[in-house]
């Protein structure tokens, strides 16, 4: 008998049984969860804000089906897993305040996106993105949303209707003009539009009044447009490593950009790394005060 009991624990660290120990060790939060007599709303974490629940970092292909039961969720963060596909269950979820689901395989979402109406921050960069579903223009309570190193070349036009939508990220993608749908955003503060395909900036530009901070460095640019010079509220203007020659005399217009920049991270004007020409490389070692000073004395002789 215990001869045959010693067995029966060697089979079970076999391949098999070495399998379903790894397994139960990778996913014992919500393995644990689906036993008989567990509740799944017991891992949720209550904060004083928000109730949410995180699976990050899991290796996971497929989200677990008893998440789409917690629907007093209100922050899911389901990244840098292999998810391929988040499933129509998803607009089960209608608190939800925040989703992120950066980091995995998805090529596409759901279009059950649109009853999440609580929904104020998505996060789904780093993905293999070819399409926004249209229905995500029915998230109007949207303000973040990041959508960087994807494989996205237009927007639905629906996203015109994210009229509370502040930041928007769209680098690292494949469009080759700031999708229209991007100048009806009047909240927008924040775009970043940085390592696309742009050769130039629509003269509807104007249009984002409120913008603050404006990325579109590593494209094709070859002017800069004056209607980027009616953005006043500007702050951060990076329009590094692009094909620009030449810079218009209205440059002073952007008060708020008050030096030439060269850290990343500063605020002012980011213009390095474009081929301009003579003698504008010279007057931005001098600072912008100086450079502002040449371009308003070309245009009055």
């Not at 660290?13 to 996913?27: E, I």
């Not at 979402?109 to 995500?136: D, I, R, W």
């Not at 927007?155 to 680098?171: E, F, V």
């Not at 002073?252 to 991270?265: F, G």
């Amino acid at each position: 008998m215990g001869a045959r009991q010693s067995g029966a624990r060697r089979k079970d660290k076999g391949p098999l049984g070495r399998g379903l120990l790894r397994g139960r060790q990778k996913f014992s939060s919500w393995d644990d969860a689906l036993l008989p007599g567990r509740d799944p709303r017991c891992l949720l974490k209550r904060g004083l804000r928000h109730v949410s629940f995180s699976l990050v970092t899991k290796g996971m292909t497929d989200a677990p089906d008893f998440l789409w039961g917690l629907s007093e969720m209100q922050k899911l963060n389901l990244s840098h897993n292999q998810l391929r596909a988040v499933p129509p269950e998803l607009g089960k979820l209608t608190r939800l305040v925040v989703l992120n689901l950066c980091g995995n395989r998805l090529k596409t979402l759901p279009g059950e996106v649109s009853l999440l109406q609580s929904l104020k921050v998505l996060f789904v960069h780093m993905n293999g993105l070819t399409e926004l579903p249209a229905e995500l223009g029915a998230c109007r309570s949207l303000e973040v949303l990041s959508a960087s190193h994807n494989c996205l070349s237009q927007l639905p036009t629906s996203l015109a209707d994210l009229s509370r939508l502040r930041k928007l990220n769209l680098s690292h993608n494949r469009f080759a003009h700031i999708p229209v749908c991007v100048f009806s955003l009047k909240e927008l503060d924040f775009l970043h539009v940085g390592s696309n395909r742009l050769e130039n900036i629509a003269e509807s530009i104007q249009c984002l009044a409120g913008l603050q901070i404006f990325i579109a460095e590593g494209n094709h640019i070859h002017t800069f447009p004056r209607s980027l010079c009616l953005l006043t509220s500007l702050e951060l203007l990076n329009l590094n490593n692009n094909d620009i020659q030449m810079l218009p005399a209205e440059l002073y217009m952007l008060c708020r950009l008050t030096r030439i920049a060269w850290n990343p991270m500063d605020k002012g004007l980011h213009i390095s790394r474009n081929p301009l020409s003579k003698p504008l490389p010279e007057l931005l070692e001098g600072g912008l005060e100086m450079l502002v000073s040449y371009l308003k004395d070309r245009k009055h002789t």
